[in-house]
């Protein structure tokens, strides 16, 4: 008999702190990745198939990311035999073009064929026509149908996020035919469901029962009596992001998504809703910071070319703040001291719009930031600058003044800081508004606007006030 190999991946749990609470060391262990480079490194593939038996699909995710590049076509190769489909709804979606181009397409169909319709489209979609044509080729005729009819949904909706994979049953049945149903159709049902959806003789959705509702009920008892009839539907158009919020807002764990005419097409879980969550904030979060995409695991040429563009326009922003500079030229000659204190007026100003501007782009998404409120989050966020832009300036004056000996430096410093800090919390609100109304996605070019204003804004006032004081 053979023995099973370890579950490596998984070290066991350190010993409990004085509290009493145990820490669980999750994923693959930097001890894990040297060991199976070793073992690829030196031709030993057996040994480094025994090291990564037993890992989880996330797991061996993670060790495709982290082994690198030039033993990642070894380890994939390791896996082929036994590819586990569900690696490529854990991997980032730079490395599956990587896993993909390695795999023949009738291993990607029959990776495919295992995987929830969500998850396929999911994969499939990214890929080119070519590539698509060639893996629904190579599937089975009922699989091919949901994906070509999932494929037909717009781009991050409801439609390409659902499943297919779920329970529905007719309003006239009692519980113990719905019971007797789950039993011997299990194989046919999904793995994991948390509703039983009630549909008409049209397949329009009546209502929904959670499992547990049923599970507690006598045999006898009709589901139309015991359904919940105020469920959430969603559209198949509707934007994943609007899913997400309707989730969050609700806590909801499923919901049915229907057509036009009110028809069940499939159900979205809140599995799916976490990915999308964590999908939009990382997507806001590289905007904010002029990246297109997750680009560790891209070639430097194609990451360097992503980043060119957007560094370029902050260029053109910087030559403007430049421009405004040059205004000044004949102050600053004569007074040095300026040139010293500058960047401290543009630096404070733009930190403190980008806290702002943080702020208002995620209750923008949260929805916590409307044309009902947007007035008085303008008005508290410049009230906010103004504040901190008082401390600030106190702080600043009375430390250049004692600096150049010079008591008109710090009060001119003083104003500037003032008046640039209350520019950035009122900017910092507007400007995502103002974008957002212009139905201009408000993390992609807030970062350049607000830094443009607080650089402008912050040399001209400080500037202007120097030459207006000071000479």
Same mark, same amino acid.
């Given at each position: 008999?053979? #023995?099973?190999?370890?579950?490596?991946?998984?070290?066991?749990?350190? #010993?409990?702190?004085?509290?009493?609470?145990?820490?669980?060391?999750?994923g693959v262990s930097h001890e894990l990745v040297s060991e199976v480079r070793d073992c690829l490194d030196q031709g030993r593939i057996s040994e480094a198939g025994?090291?990564?038996?037993?890992? &989880?699909?996330?797991?061996?995710?993670?060790?495709?990311?982290? @082994?690198g590049p030039d033993l990642r076509g070894p380890l994939i190769d390791l896996l082929r035999p036994s590819f586990d489909a569900e690696i490529f709804a854990y991997?980032?979606?730079?490395?599956? #073009?990587?896993?993909? $181009?390695?795999?023949?397409?009738?291993?990607?169909?029959?990776?495919?064929?295992?995987?929830?319709?969500?998850?396929?489209?999911?994969?499939?979609? $990214?890929?080119?026509?070519?590539?698509? !044509?060639?893996?629904?080729?190579?599937?089975?005729?009922?699989?091919?149908?949901?994906?070509?009819?999932?494929?037909?949904?717009?781009?991050? +909706?409801?439609?390409?996020?659902?499943?297919?994979?779920?329970? +529905?049953?007719?309003?006239?049945?009692?519980?113990?035919?719905?019971?007797?149903?789950?039993?011997t159709e299990a194989d046919a049902l999904p793995e994991d469901f948390y509703d039983v959806f009630i549909v008409d003789s049209m397949r329009r959705v009546v209502?929904?029962?959670? *499992?547990?509702?049923?599970?507690?009920?006598? /045999?006898?008892?009709?589901?139309?009596?015991?359904?919940?009839?105020?469920?959430?539907?969603?559209?198949?158009?509707?934007?994943?992001?609007?899913?997400?919020?309707?989730?969050?807002?609700?806590?909801?764990?499923?919901?049915?998504?229907?057509?036009?005419?009110?028809?069940?097409?499939?159900?979205?879980? *809140?599995?799916? %809703?976490?990915? =999308?969550?964590?999908?939009?904030?990382?997507?806001?979060?590289?905007?904010?910071?002029?990246?297109?995409?997750?680009?560790?695991?891209?070639?430097?040429?194609?990451?360097?070319?992503? !980043?060119?563009?957007?560094?370029? %326009?902050?260029?053109?922003?910087?030559?403007?703040? +430049?421009?405004?500079?040059?205004?000044?030229?004949?102050?600053?000659? &004569?007074?040095?001291?300026?040139?010293?204190?500058?960047?401290?007026?543009?630096?404070?100003?733009?930190?403190?719009?980008?806290?702002?501007?943080?702020?208002?782009? /995620?209750?923008?998404?949260?929805?916590?930031?409307?044309?009902?409120?947007?007035? /008085?989050?303008?008005?508290? #966020?410049?009230?906010?600058?103004?504040?901190?832009?008082?401390?600030?300036?106190?702080?600043?004056?009375? *430390?250049?003044?004692?600096?150049?000996?010079? /008591?008109?430096?710090?009060?001119?410093?003083?104003?500037?800081?003032?008046?640039?800090?209350?520019?950035?919390?009122?900017?910092?609100?507007?400007?995502?508004?103002?974008?957002?109304?212009?139905? @201009?996605?408000?993390?992609?070019?807030?970062?350049?606007?607000?830094?443009?204003?607080?650089? =402008?804004?912050?040399?001209?006032?400080?500037?202007?006030?120097?030459?207006?004081?000071?000479?």
């Amino acid at each position: 008999m053979t #023995e099973a190999a370890p579950d490596i991946g998984r070290p066991p749990p350190v #010993e409990p702190d004085r509290d009493g609470r145990v820490d669980y060391e999750f994923g693959v262990s930097h001890e894990l990745v040297s060991e199976v480079r070793d073992c690829l490194d030196q031709g030993r593939i057996s040994e480094a198939g025994g090291k990564i038996a037993g890992l &989880h699909a996330a797991d061996l995710a993670d060790l495709i990311e982290q @082994i690198g590049p030039d033993l990642r076509g070894p380890l994939i190769d390791l896996l082929r035999p036994s590819f586990d489909a569900e690696i490529f709804a854990y991997l980032s979606q730079s490395l599956r #073009e990587v896993v993909l $181009d390695q795999l023949e397409p009738k291993e990607l169909a029959a990776a495919v064929a295992e995987l929830e319709s969500d998850d396929a489209i999911d994969l499939i979609e $990214d890929l080119d026509a070519h590539q698509q !044509r060639e893996i629904l080729d190579n599937l089975p005729p009922e699989t091919r149908a949901v994906v070509e009819e999932g494929l037909t949904f717009p781009e991050d +909706s409801a439609g390409r996020l659902m499943s297919r994979d779920l329970v +529905s049953v007719p309003q006239f049945w009692t519980v113990g035919k719905t019971l007797d149903y789950l039993r011997t159709e299990a194989d046919a049902l999904p793995e994991d469901f948390y509703d039983v959806f009630i549909v008409d003789s049209m397949r329009r959705v009546v209502g929904a029962v959670p *499992v547990s509702r049923v599970m507690r009920q006598k /045999r006898s008892v009709r589901l139309a009596d015991i359904l919940t009839e105020d469920i959430r539907t969603v559209q198949a158009i509707t934007d994943q992001e609007e899913v997400a919020f309707l989730f969050r807002q609700y806590g909801l764990v499923s919901a049915p998504v229907v057509d036009s005419a009110g028809r069940l097409l499939g159900v979205i879980t *809140v599995d799916d %809703v976490v990915d =999308v969550i964590d999908e939009e904030a990382e997507d806001d979060l590289l905007k904010l910071s002029g990246v297109p995409d997750t680009d560790i695991y891209r070639a430097v040429l194609d990451t360097t070319r992503s !980043r060119f563009s957007w560094l370029f %326009v902050n260029l053109l922003t910087a030559i403007l703040a +430049s421009g405004v500079i040059s205004m000044f030229e004949t102050t600053i000659q &004569h007074i040095v001291a300026l040139a010293v204190l500058m960047p401290i007026v543009a630096s404070m100003g733009g930190n403190a719009g980008t806290q702002t501007l943080t702020v208002a782009v /995620r209750a923008l998404a949260m929805r916590e930031l409307s044309e009902a409120n947007a007035m /008085r989050v303008v008005a508290k #966020e410049a009230l906010i600058g103004t504040i901190n832009g008082a401390l600030f300036a106190v702080i600043v004056g009375v *430390v250049a003044g004692l600096w150049f000996e010079d /008591r008109l430096i710090g009060i001119v410093i003083g104003i500037a800081m003032i008046v640039n800090l209350f520019i950035a919390g009122l900017c910092g609100t507007l400007i995502p508004l103002g974008l957002a109304r212009l139905k @201009i996605d408000p993390a992609v070019a807030s970062t350049v606007f607000l830094t443009t204003v607080t650089d =402008v804004v912050g040399f001209f006032a400080f500037l202007g006030l120097a030459a207006l004081i000071l000479m």
